[in-house]
């Protein structure tokens, strides 16, 4: 089905210098010091970047000319450029397209709903993961994103939420992994970028660690290391397929931590942080839509998990080229009723961003 290799470490070049959203408001005040200048300039900065959510500094008119260029040369460097904004959905999805300095493509999408507004993020340009049913693993990985590179896609969509670029006025409120790349295969990055995006302003961006959702193929060490950061951010594990047969084949990571593994590691982190875990399950016509699926899957969660799991169907967005579809509608049905009926929430993930190309799997970002 793919005959990507699975890679784990990436490619060490193409990071960024070193930005303020790389650091600690405590590795702030050191930098700023060791360029001559006085600690307090680093809470400026920050109230700048976190709290007015500017990176420009023709606007930071609170700190002394000269004192300002200095900062910013050394810890404003420019991250990430639109290429372009595309929007969908009656204006209430929008997909950027961004250019990293060393002119790498990486892809978030800002989703408004009723009830909260969500910007899925990319944590690596490409991915390594190489699943064959996804866009970005069928590309293959560039590189990581760094911290700062992470952060500065939360910071510009809380802006444009703000500024009412995606019309009324409203507020960022959630954050989903789920762009580009595998977040723990890039995990120390990652999780200081949830930091920077929890802590509260000046420190951070201040949206709410139980908001935000780091989603994984089941990096199984990772996610026992991530139980024990004392974070209480959603973990959601995309399974896709009860069986480890099928499942060594849809999501290859599995050839290395079976499902039982992945469950074991996911009851684990449910049970350090009292949060629920969310399954991830693209529901393939004919490959992994079977009522004996749905069955033992409920089953196995139920053993697993009980009342901690809650399943997200995703009807698989068909990526260019490939021959795979969503299931019919009554077939979604019925598996989203077995899984039920085994004493296991589950219901169906609503797609954004489809005639966009920015629904799920979908980024690839060709530029
Ligand atoms: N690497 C991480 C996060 C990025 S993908 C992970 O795998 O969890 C976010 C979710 O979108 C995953 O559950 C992924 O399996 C799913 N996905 C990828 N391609 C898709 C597609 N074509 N249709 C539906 N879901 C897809």
Request: hydrophobic residues 40%; charged residues 25%.
């Amino acid at each position: 089905m793919t005959s990507l290799p699975l890679v784990f470490d990436a490619p060490r070049r193409g990071l960024p210098p070193r930005h303020l959203a790389d650091l600690s408001a405590e590795q702030r005040r050191e930098a700023v010091t060791e360029l001559g200048e006085k600690a307090f300039r680093a809470n400026q900065l920050s109230t700048h970047y976190f709290g007015r959510l500017t990176a420009d500094r023709a606007a930071m008119t609170d700190i002394p000319a000269a004192t300002r260029d200095r900062l910013a040369d050394e810890l404003l460097p420019p991250l990430l450029t639109v290429v372009r904004h595309v929007t969908c959905d009656d204006g209430s999805t929008r997909k950027t397209l961004w250019k990293a300095h060393d002119g790498t493509l990486v892809e978030s999408v800002l989703m408004r709903y009723p009830d909260r507004v969500t910007l899925c993020v990319s944590s690596q340009a490409g991915c390594g993961m190489a699943c064959p049913f996804c866009a970005t693993g069928q590309g293959g990985l560039q590189r990581n994103l760094s911290t700062a590179e992470i952060v500065d896609q939360v910071r510009t969509a809380a802006a444009a939420m703000r500024d009412g670029d995606l019309g009324e006025p409203g507020r960022l409120s959630n954050i989903v992994f789920m762009g580009m790349g595998e977040p723990l295969a890039n995990y120390r990055r990652v999780i200081d970028a949830v930091h920077r995006i929890c802590d509260p302003a000046p420190d951070g961006l201040g949206i709410s660690q139980r908001s935000v959702t780091v989603s994984t193929v089941g990096l199984v060490p990772a996610i026992h290391k991530m139980a024990e950061e004392g974070l209480s951010v959603r973990l959601a594990v995309s399974l896709h397929t009860p069986d480890d047969e099928l499942r060594d084949t849809l999501v290859p990571v599995n050839t290395r931590w079976k499902v039982s593994e992945v469950l074991g590691a996911a009851r684990a982190y449910a049970d350090k942080t009292g949060r629920r875990v969310s399954i991830e399950y693209a529901l393939i016509r004919d490959i992994n839509d079977h009522p004996w699926r749905a069955d033992l899957l409920g089953k196995l969660l139920r053993k697993h998990l009980g009342p901690l799991a809650h399943v997200n169907v995703i009807p698989l967005n068909p990526t260019p080229g490939s021959k795979w579809d969503a299931s019919p509608k009554p077939v979604e049905r019925e598996f989203v009723r077995r899984v039920n009926a085994q004493g296991v929430s589950c219901t169906v993930r609503d797609t954004r961003g489809q005639e966009i190309a920015a629904a799920c799997g979908q980024l690839a970002a060709e530029g």
